[in-house]
């Protein structure tokens, strides 16, 4: 028997290769003799970094660099080995777990920590980076992260604004003379995972701030805010990002990126796929497991679950699912190919003792799945 494992991250609890390793651990207790190939996915936030680096190699670099409130914070990024691409993860710099509940501020969070660990890439000779936008402290529409590269953000008086999403209310002009020519030679891809637009009621601040902190009016004033920077984008570059598809990932980072920078957004998914060699991985295979933490309706539509489940049923392969969390229905995940979906919890249990027990539920719900498939 050929099992592959392919899982996402199960966020607060595990990393990929670690819920790889559960899972592992659960099948050959069931098949000891089985052929086991282990691909840790991502889907271009959280985990990313860590799937890139591990399958392609380079090497990781340490940067003290703000996080989203300008506190200094150790970050990392992955330089290609020939140091001419870069692999940068927001969350390491931006991201949402770097800040305790009630240190959570949406009106003036940023992403400048971002913009310093691109910053330092391009320095070192990176001229293509990537930058994976998943897990975002901020709304402030990736303008920290381009100020740390020489972006000015202006009001109508010509006094730069301050950080944050909540100060985009009163922005009047983006000067970008003082980008450095290396910034402008560089090609930036933004690994993407949602089809948000930036503004609107399904945009960043409306579905992405409340987790960051922003109540009702917050969110109003965060998404006043983003139609006025996409107004000057448009304005200024003729790029209308309004409701541009991926637009409102990050905070808003992505559409700001591509308005500014000329970014290219790129499906996470299917790019951390590629990169890992996951479709030759499920050639031939009779199983593939994939999970993560939370499986719902939302799985369907550009997460690792419907990626995998896409591939398997082309090949034919069952293909089962691990959550911790599975909310019904999911007929479009059955739609792609997915067999089946199993939550790792065995009875009531608290989030907090999921959490902590998660290596072990994982896999003694991976056994099962392989007992009851080839038993």
Known sequence: MRIVIAPDSFKGSLGADAACAAIEAGVRRALPGAEVVLVPMADGGEGTLDCILGATGG???GLTAADPLGRPVRARYVLGAQA???VVELASASGLPLLAPEERDPLRAGTAGTGELIRDAISRGAREVLVCIGGSASTDGGTGLMRALGVRFEDAGGA?????????ARLARIDTSGV???VRRTRFRIACDVTNPLVG????AAVFGPQKGAGPEEVRELDRALVRFADVLADTYGVRVHDLPGAGAAGGTCGGMVAVLGAEPVPGCELVAETVGLAAALDGADLVI??????DQQSAAGKVIS???RLAGRNGTPAVALAGEIVH???GLHALGLTAAFSIADGPRTLDIMTKSADELLSAAAEQAVRLRFA
């Open 59 to 61: 090497r990781e670099v």
């Open 84 to 86: 001419r691409s870069a």
């Open 160 to 168: 730069e604004l301050p950080p944050g999403g909540a100060a985009l």
């Open 180 to 182: 450095p020519e290396a």
């Open 201 to 204: 009621p399904e945009g960043a």
């Open 290 to 295: 994939t999970g993560e933490g939370r499986l």
């Open 307 to 309: 990626l995998v489940a």
């Open 329 to 331: 229905p999911f007929d």
